[in-house]
């Protein structure tokens, strides 16, 4: 019996030491870590101006946005969110230190730009930025008006705010985005808070509790280069998003002409598996049909939306670099998610394995193409693909059979 106490005594601290070791070194598992504002249980979905108008906004073009986003049927997807950007306020601020509205582009004031959006049951964004002055330079950043400008959106209505990182005299992000967390929490008002450091500091590691969403990488542009690599940058930090936080590998460039309707495919497929913020970027007043076929295939937003909010993400074993690639995940309902991309110059034959994105092996399991909108059959092993084209994806969703 005292032999016992004594190894007891012995073996409880050394278990402790070992726990909190461990707990330090555990995934911070999707759900852990929220922000207490409520939002983004899934990722977001709108618009924003940038990737189109490069900040030449102005509020006719918000205003026939909205009135565009709902025509088309867009709004009644999901994209609620209009989001502006860069270059939205006065150089200066007013006497009492408010931003003021551009009296050029913004003539009736964000307030009411933000009540019409409200009134066709849609939500507004906002931009700022987490230094001394924005990135094009033209407005003042929010470093020291945290509390001042929090006030500010929620008394405007605002809904999502976008942070941006210029100007900030080197100052670490983990210090000035809790800064803006807190002011935008105290307002009392709902808003949805997207850190925008380009993932410098990599934030998945700091930013879950911080945001709803954080930036992984430097900006994207409209061509296959620059969406592949950011999905790869992009992909490295997977087992840190979740319902409340997600990572943002930049908004979607589909619609802006740069991407063959292939490539563009890709990259809304991919950006649905890693459940990253829908943030539209073209101008949806004039889209072709053939765009918004891309933004408004349901089973692949269905997919993004997805209730367990697990970012899929590439499963072969070869490196990333590699033509045929197999990416996938986790659903709700035991179902997965599989996608085979072929990033190679000429068409490829394509296997994905069942064990690959997490179902048993050797179980039987039904297939849909997402794209094709078609079920393949019942599959055991896996399934081949002949012939992906190439910069282009197939994506399917699995359900095994119960
Ligand atoms: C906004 O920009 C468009 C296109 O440049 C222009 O036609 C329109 O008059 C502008 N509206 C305002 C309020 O500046």
Redesign the pocket.
Known sequence: MEEFREWFARIVPLLLVISLTTANYLPRHHGSVLLENGLGRTPPMGWNDFNHFHN?I????VRETVDAIVSTGLAALGYNYINIDDEWAEQSRDKEGNLQPRK????SGIKNLADYVHSKNLKFGIYSDAGRLTCAKTQPGSLNFENQDAKTFAAWGVDFLKYDNCHNDGASPKIRYPKMQKALLATGRPIFYALCEWGYEDPALWAPGVGNSWRTTGDIKDNWQSMIVRADQNDKWAKYAGPGGWNDPDMLEVGNGGMSLEEYRAHFSLWALMKAPLIIGCDVRNLKQEYLDILMNKEVIAINQDSMGVQGKRVSRKGALEARLVWGGPLSQGKFVALLLNRGDSTAKIRAYWEQIGAKPGSSVQVRDVWAHKDLGAFSQGYIEEAVDAHAIKMYVVVPKS
């Open positions: 030449k102005n509020e006719t073009i050029d582009r913004f003539p």
